[in-house]
């Protein structure tokens, strides 16, 4: 049984920061390319980041470039999105997935966790 559990999320004014975490059970972990994506309300789920099995590839969405930074923890099993400077426009449900492609780059990924609320006040 495949189980991806976000967490980390919150409330958070402008420019704080918050760690996401993912946590991945069911799978071979370090076989999955891993990605976060986020939906705001009213709008579609849309690419945030994402990295290879290795860590070796990682690709941003230009919106949080610069700003957030996608890690991985294959020991753990663990997926981890640092935000910094955050802004109101990062307001979103924040979902993890994982795909055994090279990259996480749509929505046509083959594992999704539940998400979790990132809430940025002005």
């Known amino acids: 049984q495949v189980q991806l559990v976000e967490s980390g999320g919150g409330l958070v004014q402008a420019g704080g920061s918050l760690r996401l975490s993912c946590a991945a059970s069911?799978?071979?972990?370090?076989?999955?390319?891993m990605g976060w994506f986020r939906q705001a309300p009213g709008k579609e789920r849309e690419f945030v980041a994402t990295?290879?099995?290795?860590?070796?590839?990682?690709a941003y969405a230009d919106a949080v470039k610069g700003r957030f930074t996608i890690s991985r923890d294959n020991a753990k099993n663990t997926l981890y999105l640092r935000m910094n400077s955050l802004r109101p426009e990062d307001t979103a449900v924040y979902y993890c997935?994982?795909?055994?492609?090279?990259?996480?780059?749509?929505?046509?990924?083959?594992?999704w966790g539940q998400g979790t609320q990132v809430t940025v006040s002005s």
């Open positions: 997935a994982a795909d055994p492609g090279g990259v996480v780059l749509t929505t046509s990924s083959r594992y």
């Open positions: 069911g799978l071979t972990f370090s076989s999955y390319a």
């Open positions: 990295i290879s099995r290795s860590s070796v590839r990682i």
